[in-house]
């Protein structure tokens, strides 16, 4: 069983910053690379970036030049680096992963981790 173990954070004024983690054991050998979601109270989850296993890293356009994901293979570890955060970053966040298993896709969750940004 897969397990993707959430750390990070918490509560900040606007215009601050905040780091989430995601550690999972082996996650570069995940064929679908790690992503980071989010969902604020009373919406749909929002994809927010991607860090695929060629490197390629993409972002929701609402936080590029203030989000920042990277790795650290050494600690099976994802970071979304969270900065100049806005009220409207308040939401819950997730890391996600995926394998196949019997030849099927299987994603895989973290947690999840409150973020609250106040104005």
């Known amino acids: 069983q897969v397990q993707l173990v959430q750390s990070g954070g918490g509560s900040v004024q606007a215009g601050g910053s905040l780091r989430l983690s995601c550690t999972v054991p082996?996650?570069?050998?995940?064929?679908?690379?790690m992503h980071w979601y989010r969902q604020a109270v009373g919406t749909q989850r929002e994809w927010v970036s991607s860090?695929?296993?060629?490197?390629?890293?993409t972002y929701v356009d609402s936080v590029k030049g203030r989000f920042t994901i990277s790795e650290d293979k050494g600690k099976d570890t994802v970071y979304l680096q969270m900065s100049s955060l806005k009220p409207e970053d308040t939401a819950m966040y997730s890391c996600?992963?995926?394998?196949?298993?019997?030849?099927?896709?299987?994603?895989?969750w973290g947690q999840g981790t409150q973020v609250t940004v106040s104005s």
């Open positions: 996600m992963t995926c394998a196949v298993v019997a030849g099927h896709v299987v994603d895989y």
């Open positions: 082996g996650f570069a050998s995940f064929t679908c690379g």
């Open positions: 860090l695929l296993t060629d490197g390629k890293i």
